[in-house]
């Protein structure tokens, strides 16, 4: 029995302003009896080892391999915390896995962790093995996303590139685009625990997001340049105050204000955990995909 699951939405790269929209999503039947095989690549990382737990305890997937080049020859279940191990050994070669896997003809996703200069090669490995792949590898370039969506046209080949996998962090996103046709002042606020890519993916893809609607904010001060004043990202006047303090959650606030209000959004991560349900819904999304989608929103 096979199943077929599709909706038209326009995929817009938002976050890279010169790449091209796209207007529809193909999608093709996929059968429903098996179990989606899912390799995770960058296994021994903490986003990893939640991500082989999560998969574990999902239905209609399992974990196939584990790819990493820490803890080569460890079983993937133990590094895990697992009661009972999963008999998947750790292994640096992500061809090896694949091939592995391929000869199952069953469906295959693979989810990449990386770093940014291996995700092309990692994606092409596994569209020549015929199997989708999930990106979640923060600071990804537009040119590597536009070279990415002409292999995945080319191959006919699913891949979700996901700036974030937290389904309350696009949430905010929509609320935040939401609000800015009603208000001509806006901030952003973001703490995190460390000083590691400030501004945060997520503050600069709200700050995106706002500056492409062709509103004008902030105007009584847009060009000072006081430092006290953060950082304007965009030409719409935007700003972003990053705080670093230890123990502080990783959050996002956006401040709107209005004549006798303020209107304010905020999300909090606790832990890695709040990008699993997001993870979950992209592998099953993506193994009807026939060409690039960027950006988990499409799929909620």
């Known amino acids: 029995m096979a199943a077929l699951s599709c909706q038209f939405h326009p995929t817009i790269y938002k976050s890279c302003r010169h790449l091209k929209a796209r207007t529809s999503i193909s999608c093709s039947m996929q059968p429903s009896q098996s179990n989606i095989k899912v390799i995770v690549n960058g296994a021994a990382k903490e986003i990893g080892r939640a991500a082989v737990n999560a998969v574990t305890k999902a239905r209609g997937m399992e974990v196939a391999g584990a790819v990493d080049s820490y803890l080569v020859g460890e079983d993937i279940g133990k590094v895990c915390d697992m009661e009972e191990p999963l008999e998947i050994p750790i292994m640096n070669d992500l061809t090896m896995v694949l091939g592995s896997i391929s000869q199952s003809k069953a469906t295959g996703v693979v989810i990449d962790f990386t770093d940014p200069s291996t995700v092309y090669d990692n994606v092409k490995q596994a569209t020549a093995f015929g199997m989708k792949s999930i990106v979640y590898v923060p600071r990804i370039q537009p040119d590597t996303v536009t070279a990415l969506s002409a292999l995945c046209d080319k191959a006919s080949m699913g891949c979700l590139v996901a700036p974030t996998l937290s389904i309350g962090s696009i949430l905010l996103q929509q609320g935040a685009i939401s609000a800015s046709f009603h208000y001509n002042n806006v901030e952003i606020v973001e703490s995190r625990p460390s000083a590691t890519d400030l501004p945060s993916p997520d503050a600069t893809q709200i ?92 799929f909620l």
């Open 207 to 298: 700050a995106n997001n706002l500056s492409n609607l062709g509103q004008i904010y902030n105007r009584q001060d847009i060009t000072t340049d006081v430092l006290a004043r953060g950082q304007v990202l965009g030409e719409d006047g935007v700003r972003v105050h990053s705080l670093v303090l230890p123990g502080l959650p990783s959050s996002t606030t956006v401040y709107f204000s209005g004549p006798g209000e303020i209107y304010s959004l905020k999300h909090d991560i606790i832990d890695v955990q709040c990008l699993m349900p997001g993870l979950i819904l992209a592998i099953r999304k993506v193994v009807r995909l026939k060409n690039l989608v960027y950006g988990l929103e499409k």
